[in-house]
Every structure is written in C-alpha cells, then in structure tokens.
C-alpha cells in the first residue's frame, strides 16, 4: 500500500482497524498467483483473543467457489479492506495553486486461510455474521427464521479463518495539512456529503491536538 510505511497516516491503534473492520465488513479476499488465482469479495469479521487482539478473520464462501479448492491447496491470501474515501478538490482552497488530493482509509491483512464444511463451524459462521449484521435493527433477523431452509442453505457453505500473519493499515486523513487548509477540506467534504469520512478526519485530527501534534 503506498502510504502505508508513512507514519503520519498510520492507525492510532488496533482500535481503528477493528473500527474499521466493523463498518466496512465487504472485501476482497485475493489468491494471487498462478493458474488458479482466486479473487472473491465478501463479508468478513475480526476475531479477537481474550486480551481483545486480533488473531483473525472470519467469513464464509460458496462450497463451489473455485477459491475453496485453491485455499485447501495454499491457504496463504490477503484480504483487502476499503473504508471510507473522497476526492479532496484544490478548489475547496483559499490557496488555489495547491493540488487536489485523495483522502481514504483502506488495510490489507496477511492471512494464513483454513476452510471447513464441518456444520458446527458454518452455523457458528453464519449465525456470528447475522447477528452483527442485524444489530440495533427493529424485528432483527435470526437464521431460526429460516427453518427448513437453513439447512439447504448450509450444505453449500465453507466457513473460513484466516489467521492473520500481518496488518498493513493506511489512514490518510489530512494529518500533512495546516490547520486552516484543513478546516476549509473539512467543509468542502461535508458539503459533498462525505460525512464518514469528514468523521474520520475529525477523530484524527482531535488526537494529534490533543497531543499537541496539530501546526
């Protein structure tokens, strides 16, 4: 990733990429290599150990998914996340000889990817996924609902873990502009309707002034 070993857009802690993870569950899980190079989107979620870090992710994929064989052969993937992004236009500017930019927060996990058809792992799966997905929703879904159905739906299920090896995490959230370039960004994404990632921006920056960090 091209900023990722620029420590300004660094995350501030794990905290961020589970943020992350949480709000932008959809990604590309990529097999790259070879004949049967796999690339499958799909949801994935975070696993954390007792002490709250993170040792995986967690999906499921079509059992005829082509990706299943290749993982069964090389369990070795990375899974790409993209959170929120934004053009960032010059124009929003007082000083228009500076360039337009691209604001985003994206990572890439390393993983070690094991696959299962053994029910137990997929009911977990499934019903893990549900449950975060339906939360806070009125009348919240349940894979009970289902039934019969359930079961017709599962036999086509592998559940995946992919333990993961590495995170490469950037959040490129304005930390490079002076404090009055920034407000006027701010302004401009807002007004563009870019509230998540004007939210972001915010967090970030209230930490780096909080730490005296802001020109």
């Not at 290749?70 to 990375?78: C, E, K, P, T, Y």
């Not at 000889?97 to 792992?121: I, R």
């Amino acid at each position: 990733m091209g900023h990722v070993r620029d420590r300004r857009y660094a995350p501030r802690g794990q905290d961020d990429v589970l943020r992350l993870l949480a709000a932008h569950p959809f990604a590309w899980l990529v097999s790259a290599g070879g004949e049967d190079a796999a690339f499958t989107p799909l949801p994935l979620r975070a696993e954390c150990d007792a002490a709250g870090h993170l040792v995986a992710l967690r999906g499921h994929l079509a059992r005829r998914n082509p990706h299943v064989a290749r993982l069964r052969r090389d369990g070795r993937a990375q899974a790409l996340v993209m959170g929120p992004q934004a053009y960032v236009s010059a124009s929003w500017l007082d000083d228009r000889t500076q360039a337009p930019s691209w604001n985003y927060v994206a990572a890439m996990f390393d993983l070690d990817v094991v696959v299962s058809e053994e029910p137990e792992a997929i009911r977990g799966e499934l019903d893990a996924l549900v449950t975060q997905m339906e939360a806070g929703r009125p009348g919240a879904w349940g894979l009970a609902d289902m039934g019969e159905r359930y079961a017709r739906l599962a036999s086509g299920v592998s559940a995946l873990r992919g333990t993961v090896r590495e995170v490469r995490a950037t959040f490129k959230l304005g930390q490079d502009e002076a404090r009055h370039d920034f407000a006027q960004l701010l302004a401009g994404l807002q007004g563009a309707g870019e509230a998540s990632l004007v939210a972001w921006m915010q967090a970030f920056a209230g930490d780096a002034e909080a730490g005296g960090e802001r020109a």
